[in-house]
């Protein structure tokens, strides 16, 4: 386990060496990422202005949702986004590389690279968390408890929508699609998603774990919430590597090398 660890702590550095080795690309990625950011949170409070909830949702709670949104996409974008790339890997045969080596197949895969917009999304939600956890006086500790919740939920979601590859082929752009639009679902108000669209936030884009149950809780301390956070963020955690397993079992039996020979 501490092997894996310093293992994990050495492709951290070398991804953030890497970042840091294009500094003017990195900086104009920073400027334009924050920026967009702060656009998008600048209309939720022109919106809130004329509208004063949304289905009981007030601007702290959009605020809590995005801070919490946008640090868990910054997160796996710095230190998993081999996963996000888990489709292009599949389709290239690279995969064949990672299963020749001692190491945890799926670190190596998460974070053999590494997207240098990440830290500056991560501060850019903690800035946002620091805003909402003034308006709404939330426990520093629940919300880091929450943030970590909602990161595995989402790493869990992209690792699962990236497995699809394993069966169906160029599915790299759909799965950034269904990405980014979980990202997008997970900090808009939950009251908006009624009938078939509550049960697909639960399932299909669980991001009812990632963002509607944890505000719940740090607003109103209920336990199910928590248990339900919880439960959720294991639920997604062994549903997702399961679809991996299953399709990586696929993978290896017609790898790029079978085919050719």
Known sequence: MVVNFLYMWALLK??????????????????FGIAQHSVYICMWFIMFETVPSI???AIEHVLLAYGIGIVAWGSVAFFAFGLRSL????????????????????????????????????????????????????????LCLMVICATCVFGSMV??????????????????????NAFIVSNRPEAIFEGWLHIIVITIVPVTFMTYLPIEFLL???????LGV????????????????TGLRRYESGNRFGVRG
């Not at 109103?220 to 928590?226: D, E, G, Q, W």
């Not at 959720?232 to 991996?244: A, D, E, K, R």
């Open 87 to 142: 489709p292009r890997q599949i389709d290239n045969g690279e995969l064949d590389v990672y299963l020749t080596q001692p190491r945890p197949l799926l670190i190596n895969i998460a974070m053999g690279t590494s997207q240098a917009s990440g830290p500056p999304e991560i501060l850019f939600g903690i800035g946002v968390l620091i805003i909402a956890g003034c308006m709404t006086h939330v426990s520093v500790f629940l």
């Open 55 to 57: 289905g009981g949702w």
């Open 159 to 180: 690792l699962a929508y990236a497995s699809l590859g394993f069966w169906l082929k160029d599915f790299h752009g759909t799965s950034e699609e269904v990405t980014v």
């Open 14 to 31: 070398v991804n953030m060496k890497s970042a840091l080795s294009l500094r003017a690309v990195y900086v104009v990625r920073t400027f």
């Open 230 to 245: 919880l439960l959720g963020v294991i639920g997604c955690m062994c549903i997702s590597y399961l679809i991996f397993k």
């Open 220 to 226: 109103t301390h209920k336990l199910s919430a928590l």
